[in-house]
């Protein structure tokens, strides 16, 4: 992988993890288009260090509301009283809303064989792009952040484990889940992004612990490096972008987005 490549990829996944396209469809889809081969090892080292530059992203967006949200719960336990205020409450039900995500082991086997089908995953965009039309076609879109209850934490985390399968958009499926609860469009996102540190965290720094295991691992790091930055800063400019977004603007284009994306791969791997 060059450096060149990298930065592209790197690019590809801040603005992806974020926007409701699906960052693991385009990650399997540009290489894929590109005609980019790569080891599996440096795909692998790709993807922790990529993963771990959008978490800094959502760090340093949010990084008031989850020092907030930190104190709170600290203090909550300290004082016996765990969801005494609403940033503890909101701690713990970020924490509620990851817990879905869990049960994504149990599919291990599967997904790692739709990661290796560029067509099946081209397929599933079209799942984010239904996702992305029926919520906001059906939404009320008047509730606010403060007013999520546990119910509400559960189904926004099924959506996030809906999101395991590359082509549904994590950040897609989780507002969707949002709207479908009534949430305003930048309050559903903010929650999205919000519970995505505990996964994030969680995956990164397991697969981390597995990457200083494999041979050779410095010869990869000055292009994953450049991935790792560039996915930090794209994917801030991202979060940004999309909260304002969100306060006027529809998901309908985002649902377009993924299916004239979904039928051009799929066109391309039929004629391949």
Known sequence: MSILQAIVLGVVQGLTEFIPVSSSAHLVLVPWLLGWEFSEEIIFA???????GTLVA??????????????????????????????ARLGWLVVLATLPA????LFKDFLESVFGSPAATAALLLVTAALLYVSERLARRARLLATLTWVDALIIGFGQLLAVFPGVSRSGA???????????????ARFS??????ALLAAGLIALLDLLTLPNVMAYLPPILAAFLAAAVVGYLSIRWLLGYLNRN??????????VASLFCLLVAALR
């Open 46 to 52: 790709f993807d922790v260090l990529v993963q771990l």
């Open 58 to 87: 959502v760090f340093a967006y949010f990084w008031q509301d989850l020092l907030a949200i930190a104190r709170g719960v600290v203090l909550g336990l300290v004082q016996r009283c765990p969801v005494g205020t609403p940033e």
């Open 102 to 105: 869990g049960l994504s082991l």
């Open 174 to 188: 989780t507002i969707a889940a949002g709207l479908g609860r009534g949430f305003q469009r930048a309050d559903a």
């Open 193 to 198: 992004f919000l519970m995505s540190v505990p």
């Open 250 to 259: 529809s998901l309908y284009g985002f649902a377009a987005y993924c299916v």
